[in-house]
């Protein structure tokens, strides 16, 4: 975006006497802090048997334990998988924006819960239209 923005205003001002003057300069240091907040701290990718949410990352088809949750406005999932790792806040929205990845989120969540060694909370089962009959009943009934 700043680079669009610098790219306008040198066609807007006929060359390049803008950089010079302070003014878009500071237009740019703000564009690029609102992009990068508004990008930055949002990034997934998944593989054929992990998902990583920034710095986190788990095996899909190895969970252990889920469980949903809200995060402020974002609906989120809170899993863990059988090394130990975890995911505190994997946002639903984010995964499933992106049909392709949440195919493979969304089928090694079901090998794992199909499995038996998963302990899915009720809501979660909910939320992510787990079939009743899949898997094992959940341990404890609090969400």
Known sequence: MPVLFAAFVTFRMGGF???GDWVP???MAL???FMYWRTGCEWMAAGSVWVQDGPDW??????????FSVDGLRRVLRIEDSEG???HSFGLRNAQSNPLMWDLVYNG???SVASGNCD???KARKVLQIPPSLGREPADTAD
């Open 17 to 19: 006497d803008w950089v």
């Open 25 to 27: 300069w500071i237009w």
């Open 31 to 33: 564009i690029s802090a």
């Open 58 to 67: 788990i095996n899909t088809y190895e969970l252990v334990r889920i469980r």
């Open 85 to 87: 790792r975890k995911i």
């Open 109 to 111: 969540i079901l090998h």
């Open 120 to 122: 899915i909370s009720n």
